[in-house]
C-alpha cells in the first residue's frame, strides 16, 4: 500500500517536471531551492523530533500524548520563526516581497509540520492508505499548479505558491484523522504524563535534534556556499541533479524505510533478533540501486538534455558524478531509524558530524582552492562524491555490527 501511493506520487512528478523545467529557468529553480530547504529545516526542527516516538509506546494513549505534545511544541516553533522573520523584514526596511516570502515559509513550514506529525500516527496506526493518500494529492497539487503558473508566466512566486498548496491538499487526510481520534479516544489531557513522556523520550530532542540539526543546516549552507562562490543558476542545476536521483529513495526507499521502521520496532519491544531484518532490507537496496544508478553514471548528461532540455545538460553532467555518491546514500538511508531503536543516536550524531564536516569543507572551503586555479568545478563534485560514498558505506557497516551487537545482548536479557 505504501509502496504503490508513493509510486504513484512520484509517477506524476517524473511526468510532470520535464514540463516544468522547459517553463522556468536554472536559476528559478535554484531560488525554489533554497526556499524548500529553508522550510525542510523548520520542518525538521519544530517538534524537537518527538514526532518520530508517536509509533513506539506499547499505550495508544501515551502515543496521543505524545502526538498532542509535538503539535505544541510545533505551534511554538512556528511562532519563534514568524517572531524572526518579521524582525527580519524590519530590519530590511519592510520590503514588502521579504514580507511575502516569510509569510510562505513560515505557512508552508506548518502545513509540512503538521504531515511530518500525522504520517508518523499513521505508521503507528498502520494506516498506510492515508500516507499513500497524502502523497499523491500533494504531489498532483503541486506539480499542477507548477505548470499552470509556468504557462502564465508567474516565475518563482508561482513555483512557491504551488508548493504551498500542495502542502494544504497533502495534511487535510491526517487532521480528520487526527480529529477522529480526538473524538473516539477517551483522552482525558494531563500536563503531569506528557511532561513524564517528555522525559522518557529525552534522547529525541537531546540527541536527535542535534544530528537533524545537522544535516538540514548542512543542506542549508550548501545552498548558500553554492550560490555564493557561483550562481544561483549553478545551484539550480546542482539541486535539480540532486533531487532527481534521489528520487529512488522518496519512490521506494522512503516506504521500506517506514515499515523497516513499523517492522523493527514491533520486533524490538518483544526481544525478536534485528539483524536479519536489516541485513535483507540492506541487500534488497542494493540490488534495486545498481541498474538504474549505474544508467545514470554513464548517460547522465545525455539524459538530461533529452528529457528536461538542453538548458539542464550541465544538470546531468553534476548527476553522473554524485550517482556513486546517492546510491550509496538510497542503500543507506531507509535503515537510518535503526538508532533511534536501539538506543545509539548519539553513536549516529558523531557520525552525522563528520558527514557534515566533509560537505562542508568540500563545499565551503574546496571553492576558495578553485578560485586560486587550483581546482575547477567538476573536480569539487568528484572529491565530495567520492568522500561521501566510502563514508556512506563505512556507516552501513557500522550500523549492521551495532545491531548484531543488540540483537545479542537482547537474546542475553531474554535468556
Request: contains cysteine; positive net charge.
Amino acid at each position: 500500500m505504501l509502496t504503490s501511493g508513493t509510486v504513484l506520487a512520484q509517477m506524476v512528478s517524473y511526468l510532470a517536471t520535464p514540463f516544468i523545467t522547459r517553463l522556468f529557468t536554472p536559476d528559478e529553480i535554484g531560488e525554489l531551492g533554497v526556499f524548500l530547504r529553508i522550510t525542510a529545516f523548520i520542518t525538521a526542527i519544530a517538534t524537537a523530533r518527538y514526532e518520530l516516538t508517536l509509533p513506539l509506546p506499547k499505550n495508544h494513549h501515551h502515543a496521543f500524548q505524545l502526538f498532542r505534545l509535538s503539535l505544541r511544541i510545533a505551534l511554538i516553533s512556528i511562532g519563534v520563526s514568524l517572531f524572526v522573520g518579521l524582525g527580519y523584514w524590519v530590519w530590511s526596511d519592510f520590503e514588502l516581497a521579504t514580507l511575502w516570502y516569510i509569510l510562505f515559509i513560515v505557512s508552508t513550514s506548518f502545513f509540512m509540520i503538521f504531515r511530518n506529525i500525522g504520517t508518523n500516527w499513521a505508521i503507528r496506526n498502520k494506516s498506510f492508505n492515508h500516507i499513500s493518500i497524502s502523497g499523491v494529492v500533494g504531489s498532483t497539487f503541486t506539480n499542477s499548479i507548477k505548470i499552470i503558473a509556468g504557462l502564465l508566466h508567474f516565475g518563482v512566486i508561482g513555483l512557491i505558491l504551488s508548493h504551498l498548496i500542495g502542502a494544504v491538499m497533502a495534511v487535510i487526510v491526517f487532521i480528520r484523522e487526527y480529529l477522529t481520534t480526538k473524538k473516539t479516544l477517551p483522552f482525558k489531557r494531563s500536563k503531569a504524563k506528557m511532561k513524564v513522556l517528555a522525559t522518557t523520550y529525552r534522547e529525541f530532542p537531546t540527541v536527535n535534534l542535534p544530528h537533524t540539526l545537522l544535516d538540514n543546516g548542512r543542506e542549508l549552507l550548501i545552498a548558500f556556499f553554492v550560490v555564493e562562490f557561483f550562481d544561483q543558476a549553478i545551484f539550480g542545476a546542482y539541486d535539480h541533479s540532486f533531487r532527481m536521483l534521489k528520487l529512488p529513495l522518496v519512490l521506494v526507499g522512503a516506504s521500506m524505510g517506514q515499515v523497516f521502521f513499523n517492522r523493527c520496532s514491533t520486533a524490538f519491544s518483544e526481544k525478536r533478533a534485528l539483524y536479519p531484518l536489516l541485513k535483507k532490507t540492506t541487500l534488497m537496496l542494493a540490488a534495486l540501486s545498481i541498474v538504474p544508478f549505474s544508467i545514470i553514471f554513464f548517460f547522465g548528461e545525455e539524459m538530461f538534455s533529452v528529457v528536461f532540455g538542453e538548458k539542464w545538460a550541465y544538470s546531468g553532467e553534476i548527476s553522473e558524478i554524485i550517482a556513486p555518491w546517492l546510491m550509496i546514500n538510497f542503500i543507506a538511508s531507509p535503515i537510518s531509524t535503526i538508532p533511534l531503536i536501539i538506543g545509539r543516536q548519539k553513536l549516529f550524531f558523531w557520525l552525522g558530524l563528520v558527514s557534515t564536516v566533509i560537505q562542508l569543507a568540500g563545499f565551503g572551503l574546496l571553492p576558495i582552492l578553485m578560485n586560486q586555479g587550483e581546482i575547477n568545478g567538476n573536480e569539487l563534485f568528484w572529491i565530495i562524491s567520492l568522500a561521501m560514498s566510502l563514508f556512506l558505506i563505512l556507516v552501513i557497516f557500522i550500523k549492521l555490527n551495532i545491531t548484531k551487537k543488540a540483537d545479542q545482548l537482547n537474546a542475553i536479557h531474554s535468556s
